[in-house]
């Protein structure tokens, strides 16, 4: 848990399996890296802004501008997210990106970076783009970070995050497989729906989700 509490610290201050019958793009290490550093300067940016409320809204605005959930949430449900056009599906991701970006403006929107640099780019034979990262925070060890990049149709889109090789997906897929196999998808909707109930961020999310 501790790893992946760090992903999310990256995420909030970093950014600063495709879907059935869908054909990926490949995406190119080039295009990959200026997106991560695009949206690397623009987190920095509004880390800079002095305002603690809009600071968390611009923070979560830009997750979900940068992190394709619905992907993650594929990967992270396995034969459970088969049925992506389903409405638990839907309901999931929507509650699973509120879960997430609470959870990493809760803890860490305000965290000091002394910053940041590229390593490296890795492409998988799916055309996805692993960029390798090294992110310095203020008073603590730096952190080898890895950012999954695919080209999708709304272009560039985050799809997983690592901390010394541990993947987010992985940590959620193995922290839902018992509930799963236990009440099901629909189950698990209703567990995050009781855990996101007063989230400050779920209105965000529902407007920009649509």
Known sequence: MRRIVWALTVVAVFLTVPATGQAQQAMSPEAARAFIEKMG?????????????????????????????????????????RKPDS???????????????????????????RGYSIAGANQFPNGDVMINTTVSPEGGNALNTGW????????PKIVDISVD????????????????SKAGLAGLVTKLRSQTRNSPSLALVQQVRG
């Open 165 to 180: 090789g541990y993947s987010m997906v992985t940590h959620f897929n193995g922290q839902y497989a018992d509930w799963l």
């Open 148 to 155: 999954r990049v695919r080209q999708t149709g709304a272009g």
């Open 87 to 113: 409405q638990d599906f839907r309901e999931f991701s929507t509650l699973f990106a509120t879960y997430i970006i609470d959870l990493a403006i809760e803890k860490f929107g305000a965290l000091p970076i």
């Open 41 to 81: 300067q623009r987190t920095l940016n509004v880390l800079q802004a002095n305002n603690s409320p809009q600071r968390s809204a611009d923070l979560g605005r830009l997750l979900l501008d940068a992190i394709d959930f619905d992907s993650v949430a594929m990967q992270t449900l396995g034969r459970y997210g």
